[in-house]
């Protein structure tokens, strides 16, 4: 199965909002609200940011929320801040419990 | 606080065996999906396959002919093995715990493996 869609980058300056979309098929994205959402900064492994479309665990901040609409789901991050400066990924469920990741998008916070 | 520690060679020769270890602690190996995702350097994850204490195993299509999972429950620990590598295999391997759901959380801090001669 082929990688999730991701726009390669997205920017936004201190306290607007940046929205990163997650582009699939309707094997996956569009059948299951199983996405989830990863933020990684350089040389670290990534963290957890929304599971099940638009759940966020705890210690995750609601500056992040998640939500789909067909076979996208989008990840909008509110009041940008400089630490929000990251790489961001995509997950979905495909079927036959196999996962598979987005291409990844790097924010830049101006 | 589950925590999670790969360990294993930083170099392989190629078409020799990848051989990755998870050791899991804090926290039971029982009724979770663990997981194995990988990055090639400057690039995006890559999901591996994952592994469950029922037998439940599930790879990527993509890898499947080359890679094993195992657990250990007595250990606390999960295994990763990929057989014939080439320098496309060349990654940081993580190690996580798999929800049903799918997400993974948390992960371990990765290990760069290199597929040199």
């Known amino acids: 199965q082929s990688a999730l869609t991701q726009p390669p980058s997205a920017s936004g300056s201190p306290g607007q909002s940046v929205t990163i979309s997650c582009t699939g098929t309707s094997s996956d994205v569009g059948r299951y609200n199983y996405v989830s959402w990863y933020q990684q900064h350089p040389g670290k492994a990534p963290k957890l940011l929304i599971y099940e479309v638009a759940n966020r665990p705890s210690g995750v901040p609601d500056r992040f929320s998640g939500s789909k609409s067909g076979n996208t789901a989008s990840l909008t991050v509110s009041g940008l801040q400089a630490e929000d400066e990251a790489d961001y990924y995509c997950?979905?469920?495909?079927?036959?419990?196999?996962?598979?990741f987005g291409t990844g998008t790097q924010v830049t916070v101006l | 606080q589950v925590h999670l520690q790969e360990s294993g060679p930083g170099l392989v020769k190629p078409s020799e065996t990848l051989s990755l270890t998870c050791t899991v602690s804090g926290g039971s190996i029982s009724r979770y999906y663990w997981t194995w995702i990988r990055q090639p350097p400057g690039k995006g994850l890559e999901w591996i396959g994952n592994i469950h204490d029922s037998g439940i195993i599930n790879y990527n299509p993509s890898l499947k002919s080359r890679v094993t999972l195992s657990v250990d429950t007595s250990k606390n620990q999960f295994s990763l093995n990929v057989r014939a590598v080439t320098a496309a295999d060349t990654a940081v391997y993580y190690c996580?715990?798999?929800?049903?759901?799918?997400?993974?959380?948390?992960w371990g801090q990765g290990t760069l493996v290199t597929v040199s001669s």
């Open positions: 997950s979905s469920y495909t079927f036959s419990n196999i996962f598979v």
């Open positions: 996580a715990r798999g929800w049903s759901s799918g997400c993974a959380d948390p």
